[in-house]
């Protein structure tokens, strides 16, 4: 039941977490892999590999308000995707 929920919550949030990483640092490595063996650097990859890694921090930001988001787009039905992230984001509460 709820305790089945909970670590199936849980277990998605760790493989977000985990594929965000592996999204941010799979072109860093295809480019140092390339510089080694072939000797050369390709655009496109270094493209991605220079875009992805600012994003790492931003990714897992999303990812750690999302549990918090999903609850208040549950809770407030009728707001839109904008105004429950600023409230997810913004609105702290101590609980």
Known sequence: ???VAKSKSIAVQGL???GAFYITWFFPTMSRITELVAK???FPIQFLDTFL????GFLNFVIYIRPRYLKLRREN???GF???FKTAVVEIKID
């Open 82 to 84: 904008w105004k429950t």
């Open 53 to 56: 890694i600012p994003l790492q």
């Open 77 to 79: 039905e009728e707001d």
């Open 40 to 42: 050369k650097n390709y």
């Open 16 to 18: 977000l977490y985990v």
């Open 1 to 3: 039941g709820r305790e």
